[in-house]
């Protein structure tokens, strides 16, 4: 299903090689949020992060390996991420109603 070349081993090899690094991103942003809370960017970078995680996890594990996944699935989550309760631009109201004062700002 790859083709020769250096191309056909970009293809096989690049999802394993991004694994370790949405870990590290998903990490570091973890240690960020628990420092320092939960911002609109933060989410973002959170969602996108998943995102990066499930659509290698997909190249690794899926049989069909079809390109138009990768555009397909950022459409769709900023679709839904841009609508609705869990939306970014209601987010600080649903954050600010769920997460106690914590006394950072006086």
């Known amino acids: 299903p790859y ?14 090689a991004v694994i370790p690094q949405a870990g590290m991103l998903l ?5 960020r949020i628990a420092q320092y809370g939960l ?5 973002i970078v959170v969602l996108f992060g998943l995102l990066l995680l499930g659509l290698s996890l ?13 555009p397909l699935s950022f459409a769709v989550t900023a ?10 631009k209601f987010f600080p109201l649903v954050y600010n109603h769920y997460i106690p004062h914590t006394g950072i700002m006086e």
Do not use: D
């Not at 679709?79 to 970014?88: A, D, H, T």
């Open 79 to 88: 679709f839904l991420f841009s609508i609705g309760p869990w939306s970014v």
């Open 3 to 16: 083709e020769e070349g250096m191309t056909g081993t970009f293809r096989k090899y690049f999802p394993y």
């Open 39 to 43: 911002t609109p960017n933060r989410y």
């Open 58 to 70: 997909y190249y690794i594990f899926s049989q069909s390996k079809k390109l138009i996944f990768i």
């Open 27 to 31: 990490y570091a942003i973890y240690l």
